[in-house]
């Protein structure tokens, strides 16, 4: 319950920023909302990571970008992790909490990527495979929703484990 009430402060937060700042609604003004979605708790429920979706609207550019948000439940503080022109998505926390693996066309196609939950650049899951000689369900070429999962096991099983020096 306390993680839906987070969650819900986190959203009127966002909606309540934008709105306070103007008196009419209209089309234009709807599109200034951030929305949160693809939510994922920690297992030692301490925090929880989510995509915020913001529209971005500059010249002929018209697009939504989303990046990856963490909140830390007993300070409430958010965080946000990633920092790209591309969008970010679908964040899983590592079973011991360290590590945030999650979805991002950064590269130029979509790709799995893991970052340290202390900071740091990210890392592309397939480029680390292929550096230490590790198949993917991929075949280190692609990634997908799927892959995601496969990704889940490797950490439930501690086969990311080997790579935590080239993060």
Same mark, same amino acid.
């Given at each position: 319950?306390?993680?839906?009430?987070?969650?819900?402060?986190?959203?009127?937060?966002?909606?309540?920023?934008?709105?306070?700042?103007?008196?009419?609604?209209?089309?234009?003004?709807?599109?200034?909302?951030?929305?949160?979605?693809?939510?994922?708790?920690?297992?030692?429920?301490?925090?929880?990571?989510?995509?915020?979706?913001?529209?971005?609207?500059? =010249? /002929? @550019?018209?697009?939504? &970008? $989303?990046?990856?948000?963490?909140?830390?439940?007993?300070?409430?503080? +958010?965080?946000?992790?990633?920092?790209?022109?591309?969008?970010?998505?679908?964040?899983?926390?590592?079973?011991? =909490? /360290? @590590?945030?693996?999650? &979805? $991002?066309?950064?590269?130029?196609?979509?790709?799995?990527?893991?970052? +340290?939950?202390?900071?740091?650049?990210?890392?592309?899951?397939?480029?680390?495979?292929?550096?230490?000689?590790?198949?993917?369900?991929?075949?280190?070429?692609?990634?997908?929703?799927?892959?995601?999962?496969?990704?889940?096991?490797?950490?439930?099983?501690?086969?990311?484990?080997?790579?935590?020096?080239?993060?």
């Amino acid at each position: 319950m306390i993680y839906r009430n987070t969650l819900l402060s986190i959203t009127l937060y966002f909606i309540s920023f934008t709105l306070s700042a103007q008196d009419i609604w209209s089309p234009l003004e709807s599109m200034k909302i951030k929305s949160i979605s693809q939510t994922e708790i920690s297992n030692d429920g301490k925090s929880i990571a989510y995509v915020v979706r913001e529209p971005i609207m500059e =010249g /002929k @550019k018209s697009e939504y &970008l $989303s990046q990856i948000w963490v909140t830390d439940i007993e300070s409430k503080e +958010n965080i946000q992790y990633t920092f790209n022109q591309k969008s970010s998505s679908s964040p899983k926390f590592s079973p011991d =909490g /360290k @590590k945030i693996a999650f &979805l $991002s066309s950064r590269s130029g196609k979509n790709q799995i990527w893991i970052m +340290n939950t202390l900071g740091g650049e990210a890392r592309m899951l397939t480029e680390m495979a292929r550096e230490n000689k590790i198949v993917t369900q991929m075949g280190n070429q692609g990634a997908s929703n799927s892959g995601m999962t496969k990704v889940q096991e490797w950490f439930n099983d501690g086969k990311i484990g080997t790579v935590d020096g080239n993060i």
